[in-house]
């Protein structure tokens, strides 16, 4: 398995993480045991990576993950979040926690969920518009002191917060949406504020929420607890233009002999080799699929054509819903 480092400090990771999210939360039914095997099978081919938080669930996928590596913890680069917090009578309604005293309660509760000793990599979720970054992050590099993490993370972080917290201790990964159809990070100056400070970067959903895949050509196909069915770019007139720009890549994937998802993946992985995409799968038969990208060579003409069908900023629809876009960026 290809390796990328992120950061200055020594985190060297698989070049393709596992995102554990939809295993239990957010994207339909679980199957824990189809879950597990599937994080085995990507342990087996050298992926180390797998990325989970405390509020998917909200908890039980840090459990899951749990039982999935409690046998193989040496094999394993683990990634937990903290600082969103859910509503227990509503889980749609959330807020963000990041004052000190609960990232020490926060990282204690994953330890004990996921059933290790130390968290190779604790991001603060999002940033906490009531509390400064330096008390989170000084509350953060206390628990690196008390070995319970080994390096540091944020996401969703501005250029600015990115700047802050790298003041106060050394940040490995900036964990950020990033994809053909959000280049959000390109483009508002994250990336380069990551490679300014040394930062290696974390693509979450570079499969656009798995509509890269190809494999949701309608509203219905998505579960009816499905949180896609109340994402911007999956409704109404925005999803038929969405699905009218995939249906280009999908053309030059066709000549290049991959999937959609391959090609999606490959073009993250081109543009730059401190970006580590993340994945979301919970079944094996995708995992490999996905696994194949990093077989995948793109040109420069290749990337020219991909950039020239679906440029930046030509997607309908914003990222979240509106209640959910202040908590980005901040």
């Known amino acids: 398995m290809k390796q990328r480092s992120l950061g200055a400090g020594g985190l060297t990771v698989s070049a393709l993480g596992l995102g554990c999210m939809g295993m239990s939360d957010f994207y339909g039914s679980r199957d ?108 953060m590099a206390e628990l690196v002191t008390a070995g319970k993490v080994r390096y540091l993370g944020l996401s969703e972080a501005s250029p600015e917060t990115l700047r802050r917290a790298a003041a106060v201790h050394p940040i490995a990964a900036l964990q950020t949406e990033f994809s053909l ?80 998802s391959q090609l999606a993946l490959a073009w993250v992985l081109a543009q730059g080799d401190d970006i580590v995409p993340i994945f979301g799968t919970k079944r094996r038969k995708y995992l490999a699929e996905n696994l194949a990208a990093l077989d995948l060579f793109l040109t420069a003409d290749d990337l020219a054509e991909i950039d020239q069908v679906f440029p930046a900023g030509a997607i309908s629809g914003r990222r979240y819903p509106d209640a959910v876009m202040p908590m980005v960026n901040c």
């Open 32 to 139: 824990d045991a189809e879950s597990i095997a599937t994080i085995h099978v990507a342990l087996d081919a050298g992926l180390d990576f797998l990325d989970t938080a405390d509020m998917y669930g909200p908890h039980i996928n840090e459990v899951l993950i749990g039982k999935a590596i409690q046998h193989r913890r040496d094999e394993v680069i683990l990634a937990t979040k903290f600082g969103i917090v859910r509503d227990p009578s509503n889980s749609q309604i959330r807020g963000v926690n990041c004052r000190p005293e609960y990232v020490r309660a926060s990282c204690d509760a994953s330890l004990k969920r996921l059933g290790v000793e130390t968290i190779d990599l604790y991001y603060q979720h999002r940033v906490d518009p009531n509390t400064p970054i330096e008390e989170t992050v000084g509350a």
């Open 181 to 260: 159809w959000t280049r959000d990070p390109a483009e508002e100056g994250n990336l380069a504020a990551c490679r300014e400070l040394g930062i290696g970067f974390v693509a979450y959903s570079p499969l656009g929420r798995g509509f890269l895949t190809g494999q949701i050509t309608k509203f219905d196909d998505l579960e009816p607890d499905d949180y896609r069915r109340h994402s911007p770019r999956f409704q109404g007139a925005n999803f038929q233009r969405n699905l009218d720009l995939l249906a280009k890549v999908q053309a030059i994937a066709a000549r290049k002999n991959c999937t959609p």
